[in-house]
């Protein structure tokens, strides 16, 4: 389970990033 919290969590940090650059 924990590994599917932190694999949600890089998700939206790398679509964070993405909406950043965009």
Do not use: F
Not at 1 to 22: A, E, H, K, P
């Amino acid at each position: 389970m924990q590994s599917v919290y932190q694999n949600t969590g890089i998700v939206v940090r790398i679509g964070l990033l993405t909406n950043s650059d965009i």
